[in-house]
Each structure stands twice: as C-alpha cells, then as structure tokens.
C-alpha cells in the first residue's frame, strides 16, 4: 500500500502479457487504445483493424492472496469497419483511437469508441440464462404444431454458459471533417465531447443525429492553418469545463456557459520556451499529445515530445513540474523528423483516482522508445525507466529499471541511445482506478504489471 | 573548394550568429547551420509531397511541416533581401503566383552565398536562426550533401547567375517537353495552374475537393493534395514540387507516362511525361562528365544532389 506519507517505491512486477509472441507484427493487431474501465474491473483495449478486446479481471482469489485476479478475455468485436469516402477517394481507417467507458448504472457496461470519424456506443451485456420451455417453440427454435399441444406450462429461465453480447446502441455520425483525435465524457454523463483537428463537438448520448459545436479554430482561408487541436478532455467534476490542447503546446480552458461557441478561452496556459533549447524542431517537439486532468481536476497533464508537465489550473504563466522523459533525444531530432518518429503521440496517465490522495501522492506514467516506459512519482520524488518485454518476465519478480546512456562511457547494463529501437514504442498505457495495475501496450502485445504486494 | 579562407570565414560567420550562445569550443558538430536548414527542408518537401498515402494524411503533421517549410522560408527570404534579387529572365510577373514568389527567396538564395559576414550578421535577428551547434547532429546524411552543397555555392555569383539563366532555359525545355495543363504548375510561373481539374500528377488518386464548407472561397493557390487539405497551397513550394516530380520520376514511376506528350489532354492528370533521356539532355549542361542519352540515370548520386540543390536552393 502506498501511503501518502509511506515514501515506499511501488515494485512493478511483471504479471501478464497478451497478444501474439510472433515478431511479425500484423499491421491489424497494432493496439491503438487502452483503458480501464471505472471500477478496474475491466480493460479495454482497441487496435488498428477496429477490434475492441476486453479483459476482465477475475475475481480474487481467497487462498491466493499475493496476486491479484489475472485478467482474461471477456468480449471481442469489431467495433468499426474501414470504410471510403468516395468524395475524395480516400480511406477512411478504421483504427480504434480511443476508448472510454461510461459509468456502470446496472448490469450492462458501456462504452464510447471512435475511430477518425465516427463515434459508437456499444453495450457489453451478459447472459447466462435463457428461457425454456416455451410452449408454441421447440428447444431448437421450430414452432411446434398447435394442435399438439395439450397442456402449458411456464417457461422459466435456466442457467447456460456464459455469454458475452457487445451490441451498437449508438451510431454518432458525419460531424467530424477531420481526423477525431479524442472523446471525453462529461462529469454529468449524458454528454460527451469529441474533438478532431479543428473543431470539438458536443453530443448527447441518447442523441445521434445532432450535436453542437463548441470549438471552432478553423480559419477562413486554410492557408492561414497553422495550429491544429491535438486533444481534449472535459474537467472530472466542473460539467461546463473543459480544456483542449494544440500543436503549438498551448492549453485552453473553455467554459461553455460563457458562450455556445467556445472561441475564446477562460484559460490559456503555455510556457515560453527556453531560448538556449531553441532548434528546427522547438514547435513539433512542443505539439501536446495528450492532456489528462487528475482524479481532483486541480491539475493536468500534458505530454510532448520530450516531456510531461504537471499544470496547476490556477496557474497558466507555466507548468508546476516538467518531468523530462526522455532528453536524451534532444539530439536527434533531425533523424527523429526524418523518420517520423518526431510525430509520435506519446500519451500519459496518473496513477489510479483512489490513490491520488493529494499531489503529493501523485505518479506519472508515460512510455517512451524501445519498449520502456517511465514513472515519476512526486512522493518519492523519484523516476524510474522500465522495460516491457518478453525476457526477463517472471511472475513476481522486481522489474529491474533500466538506464539509457546519452553520451560518454557507458555503464554496464545502460543502453546507449543509438541502439534504441525506435519502431518499439510505447505509446499507451492505463493505471487501474485503484490498485496498483498497470497495463502497458507496446506495438501488439498487452502487458500487464502488479505492485508486489508483501 | 573548401580553401581555408572560405573555411575561416564561414566560422567567423557562424560565430558571428550564434554568439553568446554556443561557444567556439562547440567542435564536433560538423554540420553548419545553413546546411542542416537545407536538409530539414528538403526533407520537409519530400515528406508534403512524395507521400501518398491511401488514408487522408494527419493534418497535424501537414501543418507542422508547413509551418517549418514556412519558418524556412522566411529566413531565407530575410537572408535574401540583402542581396539583389535575382529575377531570371524567363520567369514571368505572375499575378497569380504569390506562391512562386515566395518561392523565389529559395531561388535568389543560389544567387547570394549563404555567407555574408557583415549583412547577415547586422540584419538577422539572433533568435530566429540560432541552432546551438550542440545541437546539430553528427548525422552522416546530414553531412554528406555537405560536399555537394560547397561545390554548389563556391562558383562566383556571375556564374551562378549564367547557371540560373541556362538552369531557367531548361525548365522552359522541361515545360515545352510538357505542354499539358497538368505540368503547368508553377514551373515558370503559367498561371492557369490552379483550376481544380489540372491536377499535377501527385494527386492522381485524390479527386478534386467537394468542399463541403463552402466558406472559404477557394483561394487561386487551392491545390488539392496531398490528401486534399486546402492547407498545402499555401506553402508556396508548387514550384518545387513539379520539379522534384520530375527529378524523382526515376523513385516512383507509377504515377508517370513515359511516352513523350502524347496527349493534351493532360486532365487525365498524369504529368510530367518526360523520358529520362530527355531529362538527361536538359541536365546535361550541369554535368561535369558527358552523359550518354542510352544510359538513362546512369548520372550518379552526386550529380542528381548537385541538381537537388540547384533547385531548392542551397
């Protein structure tokens, strides 16, 4: 248990790890999404050929208490198809790029998933028992000859194996021009927001064929473009708040009571960037990738390239801590840029909502190249590299943390940055609402870390 | 090339800019700082326009590229400005080429070694072109356009001026070599470009935007590609992109006819159907060594960088 005064280290042990072992990576099994849902009881994850798969944590087990229930499959579906927009000859991708799940109200869960285009609700529900005994029916379904029959009965339910339905319940469609970048569902859950390059809608659930547009930055003549929303999320408890970020690393508070389009900001936080960082590639580098507010709504997150930065609400002139993810790319940015990998989008997350006890019980975590993803926790003050692979897994054993050298001599066990693999990335990771459970995805492969509980 | 007074003077000028902030000491970087402009540019432009991509490109990394071509171009606009601007004789005032325009800082640029001491120095502000040399990588594809950039930029101007007269002359030939529409884009500033229908090859598989936002007037630099978002008119760079078509139609040759213009009717948007003799012949006058018309690209990697940085100004 991590204590807010504890000051004690979470050891990360390895637990599980889903997907295929084959390094040939099949370009559908990418995963592109992944999310707990609110009790943690449930992981979601999305991929590049539109499947949604979802884990259940299976129940503790009594006699085995130094682990925490496993999580296994629980529902497949294909969540979106590709499809092609015939205007302009062009694909439209059916990648999953984002998950949220709602709050449960009764015995089916929900959950929102979008690709570029088209948001969907889907209903996860269970059966397990089904009606016999019909009276004009057959078992397998063949209607029986009425004149057959000579008494009635009740039919009753009776237990079968479990299954496990997903079905569409919603189809929120053709309001988005761009490329939606991020989903948010608001603290009074009936709306939600969907944002792409550059506009940001807001929907009712139960409404598909209207929504309203709250953000606007799309300028008269396109040529004028030269910043586009990169993502946004609504405030976990003010309803009308929300904040969305921007390819120049800015961030906008918005307020929808002050107006019913949003173009003008309540907030407005960014940070003058250091001069003696300045280069070619100050604004990609700059460009937020994710924001994420804490379970409070005191502060946000916001990840760039090379960074993570803890924003107090309250203060918009800078962040109250940047934590550096990794520095030691400042120095390839130009091959970084020509590969690509300059435009990845690194997305971060806290630790989980129960743990965040005040700031200083707050932990980031976010990935980086070569498979490893970093955590700074502001109770110890301390951050910490680890890896995600396939070796050195062993159930229960300490995650050893591992060191990237810049420059100079490097130490035995340190990696130096030019054999980092940078087609290995870890661009989405989730931390369980509650305990200490981590779900890392690295290009096609879940994995899945506990705290080594004593 | 590379005699130890050019050499002296480009530190003094690289020390000049950078100043205060990277020290002299700053050895190891190889890379001088207009060179690695020079690369993240042309690395800029493949990536616009040399990407086609099935699925509409990220607006996000469209505009983040434009905006670097942009920044780019200011500077070399600024660098420029404080020399004559050399106006080639066969480049037509285009009322309608703001774009061309733009792109002539990048053309004048040739005209004006990027190493002025004294103007540069008291004109360009330190911030807008300061990358600390600890920054610049030890890249060998940064470096190796190097010896191909010196040899391009050390010809005394009144060479360079015949070489972009004759240079200008050949992107004429090139032009004639492709009367139809399509190819009209910029080369030499033909103004009937940029109606939707003549689309350069690069978009041969984006149709023509429907617009479903009727609100912007469609700006005469509309050019739908890459992936149709309105943003990449505006780049100014169209002129490059026909030239760069025909200098990487030996890299991908799907989008190209081969057969000499054939058809005027161009709007089945195939451009640029030169044969790599043709093309051979125009370059020719570049080329140290005499290239046979049979040996198509047989020209080797240095003359076609040569080429490159003859085009994008180095």
């Known amino acids: 248990f991590l204590g807010a005064g504890g000051g004690n280290d979470i050891q990360w042990c390895f637990s599980q790890v889903k997907g295929a072992v084959d390094d040939d990576v099949a370009e559908a099994d990418i995963i592109s999404t992944v999310e707990f849902n609110h009790s943690g009881e449930l992981l979601a994850t999305g991929d590049k050929g539109g499947r949604v798969v979802i884990f259940q944590q299976e129940q503790e087990n009594k006699t085995q208490s130094h682990s925490r229930g496993e999580y296994n499959v629980y529902s497949t579906f294909q969540s979106h198809e590709p499809e092609f927009d015939y205007l302009k000859s062009l694909e439209i991708e059916e990648k999953i790029n984002k998950i949220r799940w709602l709050p449960q109200k009764n015995a089916a869960q929900f959950l929102l998933s979008t690709n570029d285009k088209t948001i969907k609700l889907w209903k996860i529900s269970e059966r397990d028992k089904r009606p016999e005994g019909y009276n004009l029916k057959e078992e397998d379904g063949r209607y029986r000859d009425p004149t057959t029959v000579t008494t009635l009965r009740v039919p009753v339910f009776r237990p079968m194996d479990l299954m496990v339905e997903a079905s569409p319940r919603r189809i929120f469609a053709n309001a988005h021009t761009y490329h939606i970048n991020s989903i948010s569902i608001n603290s009074d859950y009936e709306t939600y927001l969907s944002a792409d390059d550059l506009r940001i809608n807001l929907w009712h659930l139960e409404i598909t064929d209207r929504s309203f547009n709250i953000v606007d930055i799309k300028p008269a003549n396109m040529e004028e473009l030269t910043e586009v929303i990169t993502a946004a999320e609504f405030h976990p408890n003010s309803c009308s708040t929300f904040v969305y970020s921007s390819s120049k690393g800015t961030i906008r508070l918005c307020d929808m009571r002050a107006s019913a389009l949003c173009d003008r900001h309540s907030k407005l936080f960014e940070e003058p960037e250091d001069p003696s960082n300045r280069s070619f590639f100050s604004e990609i580098i700059s460009s937020i990738s994710d924001v994420k507010f804490s379970h409070s709504g005191r502060y946000m997150m916001t990840r760039d390239y090379l960074s993570v930065k803890i924003w107090d609400l309250n203060m918009e002139n800078r962040p109250v801590e940047t934590y550096q993810v990794h520095e030691y790319l400042r120095s390839k940015l130009c091959s970084l840029y020509e590969n690509d990998c300059i435009f990845d989008k690194f997305e971060c997350c806290w630790n989980g909502s129960d743990r965040q006890v005040e700031f200083s019980s707050l932990i980031v975590m976010t990935g980086s190249y070569n498979n490893f993803f970093r955590m700074f926790d502001r109770n110890t003050k301390r951050d910490i590299t680890l890896e995600a692979s396939r070796e050195n897994n062993k159930p229960r054993t300490v995650l050893k943390p591992r060191k990237v050298c810049a420059s100079g001599k490097r130490k035995k066990d340190e990696i130096s940055v030019d054999s980092l693999d940078f087609n290995k990335k870890i661009l989405h990771t989730a931390w369980h609402p509650k305990e200490n459970i981590i779900a890392v995805a690295t290009t096609n492969n879940l994995y899945i870390f506990q705290d080594k509980m004593n | ?314």
Not at chain 2, 216 to 234: H, Q, R, V
Not at chain 2, 276 to 288: G, R
Not at chain 2, 298 to 303: N, Q, S, V
Request: some cysteine; proline content about 11%; charged content about 20%.
């Open chain 2, 1 to 314: 090339m590379l005699g130890k007074g050019g050499k002296r003077k480009f530190d003094e000028h690289e020390d000049g800019l950078e100043g205060k902030v990277v020290s002299p000491t700053d050895g190891p970087s190889k890379v001088s700082y207009t060179l690695q402009r020079q690369t993240i540019f042309n690395i800029s432009l493949m990536k616009l326009y040399n990407h086609r991509p099935l699925t509409e490109p990220s607006l996000q990394k469209t505009v983040l590229i434009n905006n670097m071509l942009r920044r780019i171009q200011e500077e070399l606009k600024q660098e420029g400005s404080l020399r004559p601007m050399f106006v080639a004789a066969s480049q037509p005032a285009d009322p309608l080429s703001d774009n061309f325009r733009e792109a002539q800082p990048a053309f004048s640029h040739l005209a004006s070694p990027p190493l002025l001491p004294a103007d540069l120095v008291s004109t360009m502000p330190l911030e807008s072109c300061l990358t600390p040399a600890s920054l610049l990588e030890d890249d060998t594809f940064c470096t190796s356009p190097a010896v191909q950039h010196d040899g391009a930029t050390k010809p005394p101007p009144p060479a360079l001026q015949a070489v972009k007269d004759s240079f200008s002359s050949a992107l004429d030939e090139i032009e004639e070599l492709c009367p139809a529409p399509t190819s009209a884009e910029a080369v030499a500033a033909e103004p009937a470009a940029h109606d939707p229908k003549a689309q350069p090859g690069e978009s041969n598989i984006h149709k023509p935007e429907g617009l479903p936002e009727s609100r912007t007037a469609e700006p005469k630099l509309m050019d739908p590609l890459p992936g149709n978002f309105e943003i990449t008119a505006s780049t100014g760079f169209l002129t490059d992109l026909t030239l760069d078509d025909i200098l990487f139609a030996d890299i991908d040759t799907s989008m190209y006819d081969f057969d000499p213009c054939t058809s005027a009717t161009g709007a089945a948007s195939k451009m640029a159907p030169v044969s790599a003799d043709e093309l051979l012949k125009t370059l020719a006058p570049y080329s140290s060594q005499p290239v046979t018309p049979n040996q198509p690209f047989k020209m080797d990697l240095t003359e076609l960088d040569h080429i490159m940085e003859v085009l994008v100004g180095s």
